[in-house]
């Protein structure tokens, strides 16, 4: 059955959609969505999905309103599920009732998926309440326009001037100085506070806080720009849950996707902005030679007295091969695993599997230098690691005489992510790995030469130090423990000293 469905995709964040709509968007035949809509969400959808750009940006339309109507009942005639993301939510200054309107006309049927919406989301993100009892007990969007051109402002101002709640005005930078002296002019107190959000929950949200006299000073010479939600009230002075010192400090990650996201999650948690510059994939090596060694290993995994793994990347994809050759490897007797740390260890177990050793100090050349006085003379180590594992490793093994065989599993190479403009705003770049280090300043040399870097470097272990200092840089942050929770730690040390 053919549907039409009008999904809110929320503020910006792009964890911020609801469930249905993340599902509706992964099984959609085409998507026809707004400028305002997180980009990362349109990588959920199938590989053959069409996608259709309709954005909208102040004093340029890309397409007008009955074009976007008549789009719609187009592609809702042709294909059996479209989505119409729309930025916020669809009822919500977002002309979904126009649309609405279109498809009903046309026939054609169609669900509404509400979506969470700015003028609530934006401040609360920000730390500030729309409602706080005994403060203000109730809030009032407003357009920031009525239409284009002048005489934009609703006539209400002498209404709004005399209410008691928060006024939370959409899409009104470009009439910040005239709703502010309307107010004023109205009867509105001068002194009340007033907030101005800019590209709120995203990694480039910027706050300017004042009062109704000075806002408009302060953001012309902060240079704020679209989309924004001002507040106007008392709550717009408050600032709960969010450490004001480091609001517009921006964390780039490169790292595969399991590790961003737990570093994504611990750095918001600290309160920064995180941005994703370069992903780094997995890349399970399919060479004749590789694989042959590998199936030759399992086949004769008596031969050995240890496993070791130095990252979760080669725990899975050995245990998985071994699984898909029959083998049992906790069956095994007599087998010992050494990991590197404590990710590597959590992967273990998922399988099952206790580690027996994991060094006090989660880098290479710890994990080589503590492990040779654990292990026993004359034992055989298999070593199943990435293409690019640490050559200090296997110098430290091979220098106290033991008797191990390498086998490369897997290759991470990565794609930068992050737009040059993004990438100038960033206040700290984390690497978690040396090849993590040397895809980012190939891709920036490939795909924008002039760009040179701001910020600090953090980064996890000696090797990934070294390869930084390699690119000519030096890492200001280096994670005392090496794992992401003493990397964020570490980042979060820096910037209570230096701010």
Not at 59 to 86: A, C, F, P, T, W
Not at 348 to 367: H, M, N, Q, V
Not at 422 to 431: A, M, P, Q, R, S
């Amino acid at each position: 059955m053919q549907k039409i469905y009008l999904v809110g995709a929320g503020p910006g964040d792009k964890e911020l959609i609801t469930v249905k709509g993340l599902r509706l968007l992964k099984e959609c035949d085409v998507v026809i969505y707004d400028r305002l809509v997180s980009l990362e969400l349109l990588e959920e959808v199938r590989a053959d999905c069409r996608k259709v750009c309709v954005g909208k940006e102040p004093g340029r339309h890309s397409m007008s309103q009955e074009e976007i109507n008549g789009l719609l009942v187009e592609y809702g005639k042709k294909y059996d599920k479209v989505v119409r993301l729309k930025g916020g939510d669809p009822f919500v200054f977002g002309r979904g009732g126009e649309e609405a309107e279109a498809l009903q006309k046309a026939g054609l049927s169609f669900e509404l998926v509400p979506g969470v919406t700015s003028a609530v989301a934006v401040p609360e993100c920000a730390g500030i309440p729309v409602t706080h009892r005994g403060m203000g007990q109730s809030f009032h969007v407003i357009t920031g326009h009525t239409k284009d051109g002048e005489h934009a402002l609703t006539e209400n101002y002498h209404i709004l001037a005399g209410l008691d709640g928060t006024l939370v005005f959409l899409m009104g930078l470009g009439n910040l100085k005239e709703i502010t002296e309307r107010l004023i002019s109205n009867g509105k107190d001068k002194t009340t506070p007033a907030a101005v959000i800019e590209k709120g929950t995203t990694s480039e949200e910027r706050i300017v806080k004042g009062t109704l006299e000075t806002i408009y000073g302060k953001v012309s010479q902060a240079g704020l720009s679209s989309p924004v939600v001002i507040l106007i009230g008392e709550t717009a002075a408050l600032s709960y849950g969010k450490n004001m010192e480091w609001q517009n400090k921006t964390v780039g990650i490169t790292a595969t996707a399991g590790t961003a996201d737990k570093l994504r999650s611990a750095l918001e948690r600290e309160g920064f902005h995180v941005v994703e510059t370069c992903k780094m994939e997995v890349e399970e090596i399919r060479e004749a030679g590789q694989q042959d060694k590998l199936k030759a290993a399992l086949s004769r995994l008596e031969e050995y007295q240890w496993i070791l793994f130095t990252s979760p990347n080669g725990v899975r994809i050995f245990l998985e091969r071994a699984q898909a050759e029959g083998i049992q490897i906790p069956a095994e007797t007599g087998l010992k695993f050494a990991v590197i740390g404590s990710g590597s260890r959590a992967a273990l177990k998922e399988y099952g599997i206790e580690a027996d050793f994991i060094p006090k100090t989660y880098t290479s050349r710890a994990f080589a230098l503590e492990f040779v006085k654990q292990a026993g003379p004359g034992e055989k180590i298999l070593l199943p690691r990435a293409k690019q594992g640490s050559r200090e490793f296997t110098r430290i093994l091979k220098e106290h005489g033991y008797d191990y065989e390498e086998i490369s599993l897997y290759d991470v190479k990565g794609s930068l992510c992050a737009k040059p403009e993004t990438l100038e705003k960033i206040d700290c770049h984390v690497f978690v790995s040396a090849s993590g280090v040397k895809s980012f300043f190939g891709q920036i040399q490939e795909l924008a030469p002039d760009y040179q870097l701001q910020g600090n470097i953090a980064c996890i272990g000696q090797v990934t130090r070294e390869e930084v200092e390699r690119q000519g840089f030096s890492p200001r942050i280096l994670a005392q423990v090496s794992d992401v929770e003493g990397l964020v730690e570490s980042i979060r040390k820096y910037f209570e000293k230096n701010i």
